[in-house]
């Protein structure tokens, strides 16, 4: 049976490369995943490191122009901030 957080939110996968085979499953443990063949080992990686990404991971760094916008100015102003102390 599929877990409640999955029926609502759909699957997490996360993504690995073993050799030339991506491999996903969802990390909630509900078993579902697939796999796919690709020519090198190097693809493999390549596509498995890019679909693992999390849009949350650089939220601050690129951030929507309107509906994030204080957040993207509150990361610049921290920076600007943590500059001039370096300086200092």
């Not at 409640?4 to 499953?25: E, Q, V």
């Not at 890019?50 to 990361?75: I, Q, V």
Request: hydrophobic letters at 35%; charged letters at 35%.
């Amino acid at each position: 049976m599929t877990p409640l957080s999955c029926r609502i939110f759909g699957h997490d996968y996360g993504f690995a490369a073993d050799g030339r085979t991506m491999r996903w499953s969802c990390v909630r443990g509900c078993g579902a995943g697939g796999s796919k063949e690709y020519d090198s080992a190097d693809q493999a990686r390549c596509y498995a490191r890019a679909f693992d990404r999390k849009d949350t991971d650089d939220l601050g760094r690129r951030a929507p122009l309107l509906g994030l916008f204080p957040l993207r100015m509150a990361r610049a102003m921290r920076k600007r901030v943590e500059g001039r102390r370096r300086q200092a």
